[in-house]
């Protein structure tokens, strides 16, 4: 069964950093992308970046390009987001995620002086 189980998460100020992780278990081969997804109080799910597994190439929103990083390590199983020059409209919970159907549990980030 395919899980992904999030993690990091956390009260940070305004220009701080902070890096989500997200164990990946369950796949059974490395044809697939993973991406992280947030959502703002009382907003909408928010694209924010995907790597594919296998080729680790990777993709942003314009909104987060140069601030937030993706990565992964295939030894780990684990995705991570680095997410530095935190504002606080970063505040959201964050979810890593498999296309539609396998979702993490949400870690919360709260950007806040």
């Known amino acids: 069964e395919v899980h992904l189980v999030n993690s990091g998460g956390g009260l940070v100020q305004p220009g701080g950093s902070l890096r989500l992780s997200c164990l990946v278990s369950?796949?059974?081969?490395?044809?697939?992308?993973l991406s992280w997804v947030r959502q703002a109080p009382g907003k909408g799910l928010q694209w924010m970046s995907t790597?594919?597994?296998?080729?680790?190439?990777?993709y942003y929103a314009e909104s987060v390009k140069g601030r937030f990083t993706i990565s992964k390590d295939n030894a780990r199983n684990t995705l991570y987001l680095q997410m530095n020059s935190l504002k606080s409209d970063d505040t959201a919970v964050y979810f890593c995620?498999?296309?539609?159907?396998?979702w993490g549990q949400g870690s919360q980030v709260t950007v806040s002086s």
């Open positions: 995620a498999k296309g539609i159907d396998v």
């Open positions: 790597i594919a597994w296998k080729s680790g190439t990777t």
């Open positions: 369950g796949f059974h081969d490395d044809d697939y992308a």
